[in-house]
């Protein structure tokens, strides 16, 4: 099984300021066959289910904002908030679908 | 619009079973495998089981293989989970979502409860 580990396990920015999410996988998860990362990040705020943000590692999802950009390949990886909102404090997670059993980072929990 | 709604959750004594449906609108859901994913009180997410697109394949965690069965009816456009035997580890919310071939999850459900406790 490949292992996601996200650091830090909580973060607090101040508003308008970046935050910055690391995750890391126990092997890679680039694909040789079409030099994709098969790697997304999830937002989650209570009480609702994730929402996708970046999928293939560095695609932003249509309708997510600008300041969520996500980089990274192989085995290490980043989220990036710019300009952080109030609307973001939430939990993030990173997910690899490269092989099964697919599987998360413990995630991330977000603060101002 | 695309929409996925989970039913079937509650409390359950362990030991006895369960039946998840998560009912699929405004996509073609034929064409999208699908996925259960649980989140314990708390705590992150956790894959279950995955179904192709055409229910030919199937797999699950360690955690829930023997136990519970995925299955779909694409006439219906409703995904399934059957869940036996259950555990207290086993209480959480499960959430229903698809994914287009071998990618990501979207879209998701809004999730059922499941809590099992005697």
Not at chain 1, 48 to 71: C, H, N, T
Not at chain 2, 89 to 94: H, R
């Amino acid at each position: 099984d490949i292992v996601m580990t996200q650091s830090p396990d909580s973060l607090a920015v101040s508003l308008g300021e970046r935050a910055t999410i690391n995750c890391k996988s126990s092997q890679s998860v680039l694909h040789s066959s079409n030099t994709k990362n098969y790697l997304a990040w999830y937002q989650q705020k209570p009480g609702q289910p994730p929402k996708l943000l970046i999928y293939w590692a560095s695609m932003r999802e249509s309708g997510v904002p600008d300041r969520f950009s996500g980089s990274g390949s192989g085995t290490d990886f980043t989220l990036t908030i710019t300009s952080l909102q109030a609307e973001d404090v939430a939990v993030y997670y990173c997910q690899q679908y490269y092989s099964t059993p697919i599987t998360f980072g413990q995630g991330t929990r977000l603060e101002i | 619009q695309v929409q996925l709604v989970e039913s079937g959750g509650g409390v359950v004594q362990p030991g006895r079973s369960l039946r998840l449906s998560c009912a699929a609108s405004g996509f073609t859901f034929s064409s999208y495998g699908m996925h259960w994913v649980r989140q314990a009180p708390g705590k992150g997410l956790e894959w279950v089981a995955v179904i192709w697109y055409d229910g030919s394949n199937k797999y699950y965690a360690d955690s829930v293989k023997g136990r519970f069965t995925i299955s779909r009816d694409n006439s219906k456009n409703t995904l399934f989970l059957q869940m036996n035997s259950l555990r207290a580890d086993d209480t959480a919310v499960y959430y229903c979502a698809g994914a287009l071939g071998d990618m990501w999850f979207d879209p998701w459900g809004q999730g059922t409860l499941v809590a099992v406790s005697s």
